[in-house]
């Protein structure tokens, strides 16, 4: 069965730090561009960084870039999330998702698979 399920996010105070997990099973990341999003209360699902399949490039999203690092692990079939200085703003469900292409994927165009999101609340 074609999976992804995200993991690590929780509550946590502004300007603390949290590490997302997406873990793949029943086929391999090696060959998919990864991307992350978020959708946030009352808000539409916004694109947050991407990672190609092979040589490594990396896309953040104005709002996050300096304070988010992706990074993949093949394998351990893995993709994850740093997420370093969080806002209150930052706060909403993160989700994975794969595209053969990474400037597809960079583009918000999702052809492969979605995880079910993990929830990051960034809050005093």
């Known amino acids: 069965q074609v999976q992804l399920v995200e993991s690590g996010g929780g509550l946590v105070q502004p300007g603390g730090s949290l590490r997302l997990s997406c873990v793949a099973s029943?086929?391999?990341?090696?060959?998919?561009?990864i991307g992350w999003f978020r959708q946030a209360p009352g808000k539409e699902r916004e694109g947050v960084s991407c990672i190609s399949s092979s040589d490594g490039i990396t896309y953040y999203a104005d709002s996050v870039k300096g304070r988010f690092t992706i990074s993949r692990d093949n394998f351990k079939n893995s993709v994850y999330l740093q997420m370093n200085s969080l806002k209150p703003e930052d706060t909403a469900v993160y989700y994975c998702?794969?595209?053969?292409?990474?400037?597809?994927?960079?583009?918000?165009?999702?052809?492969?698979?979605w995880g079910k999101g993990t929830l990051v609340t960034v809050s005093s």
């Open positions: 029943g086929f391999t990341l090696d060959y998919y561009a």
């Open positions: 998702a794969t595209d053969p292409d990474y400037k597809s994927l960079v583009a918000g165009i999702v052809r492969g698979s």
